[in-house]
């Protein structure tokens, strides 16, 4: 006979509100193995979690449920509590009353019927609950980062600092992301390279950091603490031990014209190129869809010029294989193009704008490269048509965010300021120069956020126009913008040179393929999903996985970098004990019942079923059944919906308990 | 996928008529069970109810991991058991928490909607859905639109029949067997 | 002295029976094939044709509630059957193989407990009996002591003569109740010549022989050779008027549920496992053995009677063939 | 469940089931006497005059019982599989096998129950067999013939060791079954619904179904299963229909279409209507249908990302 304690939160009025607790409370009472019910103000408070310890062992009770809100927000805590009065935390269910009943049904009547109904089916399924004890895995303490952002190269470096190798992974030949194409940043107009660099340059130095760059994750295995990732290590037809990077091939490459996309294509670059001076590994990469020798078999010459010996036409992409324990996702973002739809995506492109089409309509990290010292006019900001300095600047902003109708309903954060950014930057280049931004609000929230974008209007003499631009056409060489100003509720018309774009930040293209090898969830812009909003911001559901920087959503450098630290964190928290505890919600064979059919290993996704011989004392194979490994079973249950005996199970939701609650309907 | 910005204009008119018009009362209030995934529709229900949506009381929720868990027998059990009407959610192909645990189900559950229609359920009933963590509406309008739906169909006899018919030679023939029969919904 | 009833009378006197409140119940039409069903008018009455299942079921259900258990509030109420509601019923048509079972089944019935669900419902049925004109190579009544015109087991039972009449010989007291009851559809004529019976072909056999050989024999190779293609189905009890094996089960829930009792068959694997996993008749030849031993040997130590009518339902039926009849025959070749 | 209305001329000479009995022993002899294999299943007669049962010959003089004849009904493979632990498996056995029962073997086959290099295939060049309710004594003919063999495409087995007689002349019989699901299809639910109720209300839960199947070697039987209790054990019409619907759909992508359970049924319920509707049905969504050569993994055991789902909201 079931000992069964029932608490009934009112969570404030959220609850209490809509339901009648104090009757869902007697109801309670009244269920079969029910011993115990009452109700209380706030249940995961201080004296709410002890009315529950205390009932524990003044009732002697082998079983709880807590009707309050969701089990994602407080299962846990619950759990805990009861264990810390002697209950198996695994006996301790929660009856969501809240998210799913107060606060999406006003009639009290039906929310009260609701509740209670609630209650007894969880009272059903608690009956069927048993002791769990936790599964202890062995932790590697190896971490992966993959990206090689500010944000990749933050969460690397915290790490590593701590004494924990760093396997770092970067698709492009060098780190550095988006925050090295910057030429100054927001709010304190500091050269993005100058602060950078270093960073990169400590990254390729630190003894406990492996860099696979020009590297991309082929596929990951494993689960929190032992992930064993394959890295596919593109072939750079250049050793990186042999070469020096004293830069005679690119110089001597005769082919010199291809355009450059660190650069937004502005600039050319060799076939055998590093994307930019400062890069690290300072090591050339041979674009083979360029090169003349990979095209037709002939030239050669960066070979013959090349002193050690580096150049290596035979390589191919090789595999690795890393042994990891933690993995930090820092893939970053990139630019919305509104020339062209993306293919399968739901958003909708930007004909209206002529992007793609005006050679001097350009997007903002076009403008970064052209007002960057290092970038492809020096620093000088020309426009990409005729080379002439654009006396008239037209900055568009929220292009794609936050317009629903185009399919993008978020704000990308970064644009209001680094758009001020822009306008003082042009200012200051070219004097007699006049920039003018449409936009519809300034979001700057930030210290010292809003006062640098006062400064870009009130001393830097940018003129913002409250409202949308409609069209845009060349006429000669002028890009005339039509627009309205909200504000004077008047139609504008300016005459341009060149006008440019605030697109939305997006997630990287293929952001969806690589969560699906890592097993994370992505929302419907394909940003990877936290485990929490508030309260884990940083990590992932799956165990072991962790967020720095945009990949998660909008964020400016600072964002990206504390980010990133607190990813490091994460992951420093994880490895400071030698074995993890996991939850025991893994699948089990009953080896009697089991026949050995592996329909179970047919469909586990996790590679975890294994074949297990069963021997009498004499050493005779009695017969062959399924074994799951409790260390490799993510706890799915599709195995046991497939075994046509039932003769494996999951705990923490076995058949029995799921029936419970289903004859309790 | 739908994006939530279509849903809430779609659902505009069902919540007006909850929190506005006169609540309407009906003969017959179906019960609905719906078997959804934790990860995604059940943090989707989860988001409905943060995002105070409103939605019909009638369902009944019950959390697997994964939908791949979710074995037919349970739909069986459940219609047995009373349900008017079924609900299966969990996340969109690609969005699995365990990789392919959806796909799976997706299989599963082609196959079994089909051998319930050749026994002569009538699938109206069944309603199969992905909704993500990230779709409250979507939540509200799938279990909005079965409750109506199985509500104008009304109650589920079969099963329920059966559960109180016996073998002839068993059978009591009484009049309040016959009454007991007769008082089914 | 009312002897006779034509084919129309007889049919109308089951019109009279179920108007009357009787449960009657006889050789019906179900599909393709025919079953001993409640008949609602002697139109449906079928004749000549052997059921796919036995009449046991008229005593002993396929399946019925004994109790019904709620919990509410912590206190358990158990309400038992009401057996004064069932119904008094008639069998007709029943053949002699079929007739004749309850007569053997009322020992086991009625032995150490008395079941009073089998009692009740044996006490409310009158039986009425019709002898066998038509039979396949399958039946062997004649092997086992009963033959096509065995009354035995009948309340009243009827001859088929020519020109659709039946002569009828009122075997008790019960049958002489009704008899007299609905004298009306009966007459007292002698009727036509009796119609030509079936006649099985199979020699009686020596059931004392078998049942010792079956007491010398219980750890024979034999049962392993005839047994080992059995499938362990219960198709065979199922069907055999004369197999009683019940099983109990509650279902529902903790809370609420209800008793029942249904049929079993030894031929099952979970007929005898225990609740620690050990199974007494691990494999198949063991429960096929179980089955022979129970029809030939147990019950006739403790009985007096073999239990099995010939009716040959299980050779018809098992799906791999087994003929008991054969495995007899097999028997007997068997010095003692 | 035989059209009475059918033509009850014989379908084939008697001279095909001789040879074929004659092939059957002489294979079995060789393979017996080389000791290539330890036994050999197959039919045997039986008392009633045409008779057929399955046996398990171990030795050699016993080889003359062998027989085949329109009673060879039996799917052998059943014998091969756990749920029969009386038959020894040790070594390689020689087992005779239809073509229908070929494709059981390789679903067994997949489902690692079985292990090809363990068997020694007889198998039959089979004209079709008798329905349920034949009188063992009549001839093959359209009106005795399975339903299941009316539709028959696997009258010639494929990658067996030996093949046991040559196919006869057959007729083209018409397609029984397939009209009768089509004429389901073609009910609206409750019409199928009645129509089912009907048929499972006479089921007597005696399990001849499951215990017949091949695919049935569970150690226990879900509807065994008291705790939970997925589906009732009593005999009444709730649980027979849950059984019914679990049992479909465990066979479902497995099924063999041997259509023992709808033979073996001592209450002629048409199980293998569902059996047939649910390969048909997987048939039409993933492209797989059981066959004479092993799968990897039947179509529930697998998944494209690409499956329909235009029945998920």
């Given at each position: 006979m079931s000992r069964i304690g029932v608490f009934i939160c009112h969570c404030g009025e959220n609850i209490s509100r809509t339901v009648d607790v104090e009757r869902v409370a007697k109801a309670a009472e009244k269920i079969?193995?029910?011993?115990y019910a009452c109700e209380y103000k706030?249940?995961?408070s201080d004296p709410g979690q002890n009315l529950l310890k205390k009932a524990v062992i003044d009732q002697n009770l082998d079983g709880i449920v807590v009707a309050a809100c969701s089990p994602r927000m407080h299962e846990k805590t619950f759990r805990k509590a009861a264990q810390s009065a002697?209950?198996?935390?695994?006996?301790v269910e929660m009856a969501?009353?809240?998210?799913?009943?107060s606060w999406v049904h006003e009639d009290r009547e039906e929310a009260t019927t609701k509740a209670t109904e609630i209650v007894t089916m969880l009272v059903e399924r608690v009956k069927m609950n048993k002791k769990l004890q936790p599964i202890t895995v062995p932790v590697t303490k190896r971490a992966l980062v993959i990206g090689g952002g500010i944000a990749g190269i933050q969460a690397a470096l915290d790490i590593a600092d701590c004494g924990h190798h760093v396997v770092l992974v970067e698709r492009?030949?060098?780190?550095?992301?988006h925050m090295a194409q910057l030429s100054e940043t927001f709010p304190?107009?500091?050269?993005s390279q100058c602060i950078m660099t270093p960073k990169m340059v400590d990254v390729a130095n630190h003894p406990n950091i492996t860099l696979h760059t020009y590297?991309?994750?082929e596929n990951v295995d494993g689960y929190i603490g032992n992930f064993q990732v394959t890295i596919k290590k593109k072939?750079?037809?250049?050793?990186m031990d042999k070469c020096?990077?004293?830069g005679v091939c690119m110089a001597k490459?005769?082919?010199?014209k291809i355009p450059n996309s660190f650069d937004k294509d502005l600039g050319m670059r060799p076939?055998?190129?590093?994307?930019?001076?400062?890069?690290?590994?300072n090591t050339p990469v041979i674009d083979r869809e360029n090169c003349t020798y990979f095209k037709?078999?002939?030239?050669?010459v960066c070979q013959k010029v090349c002193g050690p010996g580096?150049?290596?036409?035979?390589q191919e992409d090789q595999l690795v294989v890393e042994d990891i324990g933690a993995i930090v996702v820092a893939t970053g973002f990139e630019l919305y193009s509104i020339g062209e739809k993306p293919k399968g995506s739901a958003i909708k492109g930007y004909?209206?704008?002529?992007h793609g089409k005006?050679?001097?309509?350009?997007d903002g990290m076009t403008f970064e490269r052209l007002a960057s010292a290092s970038g492809p006019t020096g620093g000088k900001i020309l426009?990409?048509?005729?080379?002439k300095e654009p006396q008239q600047v037209v900055f568009l902003q929220c292009v794609g965010s936050r317009a629903r109708e185009k399919g993008i309903s978020y704000c990308s954060k970064i644009c209001c300021m680094y758009t001020a950014k822009h306008t003082m930057l042009y200012h200051h280049k070219v004097h007699d120069g006049q920039a003018y931004v449409f936009f519809m609000d300034a979001r700057t929230p930030g210290k010292g956020y809003d006062e640098f974008w006062r400064r870009s209007i009130e001393d830097e003499n940018a003129v913002y126009i409250r409202g949308a631009v409609s069209r845009l056409y060349q006429k000669g060489d002028k890009i005339v913008v039509m627009g309205s100003d909200i504000a004077l509720g008047i139609q504008v018309e300016i005459e341009a040179d060149m006008v440019v774009l605030a697109t939305a930040v997006q997630p990287r293209q293929g952001a969806d393929l690589l969560a699906q090898k890592l097993g994370i969830s992505y929302d419907m812009y394909n940003f990877y999903s936290e485990a929490?909003?508030?309260?884990?911001?940083?990590?992932?559901?799956?165990?072991?996985v962790y967020l720095a920087g945009a990949c998660q959503g909008p964020k400016d450098i600072p964002d990206s970098v504390s980010q990133a630290s607190a990813a490091a964190a994460k992951v420093m928290t994880l490895f400071a004990k030698d074995e993890l505890e996991r939850e025991p919600i893994v699948a089990k064979v009953n080896d009697k019942n089991?026949?050995?059919?592996?329909y179970c290993k047919k469909v586990c996704p996790y590679g975890a079923v294994e074949e297990k011989e069963i021997r009498d004392r004499q050493g005779n194979l009695i017969k062959v059944v399924a074994w799951v490994n409790p260390g490799v079973?993510?706890?799915?249950g599709t195995c046991q919906a497939s075994c046509p005996s039932k003769s494996v199970e999951l705990d923490g939701y076995t058949d029995e308990q799921i029936m419970a609650q289903i004859e309790a309907l | 996928m739908i994006g939530p910005i279509g849903l809430i204009r779609r659902i505009g008119p069902i919540k007006e008529m909850i929190m506005h018009a006169e609540k309407l009362k009906h003969d017959f209030e179906p019960k609905l069970v719906a078997f959804v995934c934790t990860w995604c529709t059940y943090a989707g229900a989860d988001l409905a109810g943060t995002s105070r949506m409103q939605y019909p009381s009638n369902v009944r929720v019950l959390k697997f991991?994964?939908?791949?868990?979710?074995?037919p027998v349970f739909i069986l059990r459940a219609f047995q058991k009373g349900a008017d009407g079924i609900l299966v959610s969990g996340c969109h192909p690609g969005d699995c928490h365990y990789m392919a645990g959806n796909f799976h189900a997706r299989r599963r559950f082609a196959t079994f909607r089909k051998l319930l229609e050749f026994i002569g359920?009538?699938?109206?009933?069944l309603q199969f859905s992905w909704v993500s963590a990230a779709e409250g509406g979507k939540w509200v309008e799938v279990v909005t639109e079965l409750t109506e739906r199985v509500r104008s169909m009304g109650p589920m006899h079969e099963f329920k029949e059966l559960e109180l018919e016996e073998c002839w030679s068993g059978k009591l023939d009484t009049a309040e067997l016959k009454e007991a029969y007769e008082a089914i919904p | 002295m009312p002897n006779t009833i034509t084919e129309q009378n007889l049919r109308a006197l089951i019109d009279t029976l179920v108007k009357d409140g009787s449960r009657v119940v006889g050789p019906k039409a179900a599909g393709d094939m025919t079953l001993y069903e409640p008949l609602a008018?002697?139109?449906e009455l079928v004749l000549g044709v052997l059921p796919?299942?036995?009449?046991k079921e008229t005593f002993f259900p396929l399946c019925e509630d004994i109790l019904s258990y709620q919990k509410m509030e912590g206190k358990m109420t158990v309400e038992d059957i009401?057996?004064?509601?069932l119904p008094s019923t008639v069998l007709i048509g029943a053949l002699p193989c079929d007739a004749a079972a309850p007569g053997i089944l009322d020992a086991v019935f009625s032995w150490?407990?008395?079941?009073e669900f089998y009692l009740e419902r044996r006490k409310k049925t009158t039986i009425i009996g019709l002898a066998c004109t038509k039979s396949d190579d399958a039946c062997f009544c004649t092997a086992v002591g009963?033959?096509?015109a065995e009354s035995r087991g009948s309340d009243i039972f009827l001859l088929p003569l020519e020109g659709g009449r039946y002569r009828c010989q009122i075997i008790s007291d019960k049958g002489n109740l009704l008899v007299e009851r609905?004298?009306?559809?009966?007459?007292?004529e002698e009727g036509g010549n009796a119609l030509p019976l079936s006649q099985p072909s199979m020699e009686k056999l020596d059931l004392q022989k078998i049942r010792e050989w079956l007491e010398n024999n219980f750890e024979s190779d034999f049962w392993k050779e005839i047994?080992?293609?059995?499938?362990?189905?219960g198709a065979c009890a199922f069907i055999c008027p004369a197999c009683h094996c019940f099983d109990i089960n509650d279902e529902g829930s903790e809370g609420k549920g209800v008793r029942r009792k249904h049929w079993d068959a030894?031929?099952?694997?979970?007929?005898?496992?225990?609740?620690?996993?050990?199974?007494?008749?691990?494999?198949q030849p063991q429960r096929y053995r179980n089955r022979i031993m129970h029809k030939f040997k147990y019950y006739d130590d403790k009985?007096?009677?073999?239990?099995?009518?010939?009716?040959g339902r299980c050779v018809r039926a098992c799906p791999v063939g087994i003929d008991i009849a054969a495995v007899l025959q097999e028997i007997m070749k068997y010095e003692l | 469940m035989n059209n009475t209305k059918e033509n009850t001329t014989p379908l084939v000479d008697n001279s095909y089931y001789e040879a074929v009995t004659t092939a059957i022993r002489s294979e079995a002899r060789r393979v017996m006497e080389s000791g290539e294999v330890s036994a050999v299943i197959g039919y045997k007669s039986g008392r009633r005059k045409g008779s057929a049962q399955p046996v398990i010959i171990s030795?050699?003089?016993?080889?003359?019982e062998l027989v085949f004849a329109p009673?060879?009904?039996?799917?052998?493979?059943?014998?091969?599989?756990?749920?029969?632990?009386?038959?020894s498996k040790k070594g390689k056995i020689a087992i005779v096998a239809k073509g229908c029962d070929l494709k059981a073997l390789a679903g067994l086959m997949s489902e690692s129950?079985?292990?090809?290099?363990n068997l020694h295939l007889i198998g039959i060049s089979c004209a079709g067999v008798h329905g349920s309710n034949?009188?063992?004594?009549?001839?093959?003919s359209a009106a005795t013939i399975a339903r299941k063999c009316r539709e028959c495409t696997v009258h010639v087995p494929e990658g067996v060791d030996c093949i046991a007689g040559t196919l006869p002349q057959l007729e083209q019989l018409s397609a029984l079954e397939s009209a009768e699901l089509e004429r389901l299809e073609a009910m609206s639910p409750a019409g199928r619904w009645a129509f089912w109720k009907e048929q499972f209300s006479?089921?007597?839960?005696?399990?001849a179904c499951r215990q017949v199947c091949?695919?049935?070697?569970?150690?226990?039987c879900l509807c065994d299963?008291?705790?939970?209790?997925?589906?009732?054990?009593?005999?009444?019409p709730a649980g027979n229909m849950g059984w019914h619907i679990v049992r479909a759909m465990h066979l479902?992508?497995?099924?063999?279409?041997?259509?023992e359970c709808e033979r073996s049924c001592p209450m002629d319920i048409p199980l293998n209507l569902l059996n047939r509707k649910m390969a048909n049905e997987l048939k039409e969504l993933y492209g797989q249908e059981a066959g004479m050569q092993p799968q990897e993994k039947g179509p529930l055991a697998t998944y494209k990302e690409d499956d329909d789902e235009s029945f998920i909201k």
């Open positions: 079969s193995g029910v011993a706030y249940m995961c002697g209950l198996n935390p695994y006996l969501n009353i809240r998210e799913h009943c492009e030949p060098s780190i550095g992301g304190t107009l500091d050269c590297s991309e994750i072939a750079r037809s250049v050793d020096t990077g004293c490459c005769p082919q010199k076939a055998i190129y590093v994307p930019f001076p400062q890069a690290v590994p037709s078999g002939k030239c050669g580096a150049v290596d036409y035979t004909g209206e704008f002529g005006i050679p001097d309509v350009i426009r990409p048509s005729d080379g929490h909003a508030k309260l884990r911001p940083v990590e992932c559901a799956t165990a072991g089991c026949v050995a059919c592996f079973c993510g706890g799915c | 991991p994964c939908t791949g868990r979710i074995d359920v009538d699938l109206e009933r | 008018g002697g139109t796919r299942r036995s009449a009401d057996l004064s509601r150490d407990y008395q079941d009963y033959s096509p609905y004298k009306s559809f009966f007459t007292d047994a080992e293609r059995c499938v362990g189905c030894c031929g099952f694997s979970k007929f005898t496992n225990h609740a620690s996993g050990h199974n007494p008749r691990d494999v009985f007096g009677q073999t239990l099995c009518t010939g009716c | 030795d050699v003089s016993r080889i003359d009673t060879c009904t039996n799917n052998l493979s059943l014998y091969l599989t756990k749920a029969k632990k009386e038959v129950q079985l292990k090809r290099e034949v009188k063992p004594s009549e001839a093959l006479r089921c007597i839960r005696c399990m091949p695919f049935c070697y569970c150690e226990q299963r008291n705790r939970p209790q997925g589906v009732e054990t009593t005999p009444r479902a992508g497995r099924c063999a279409g041997c259509a």
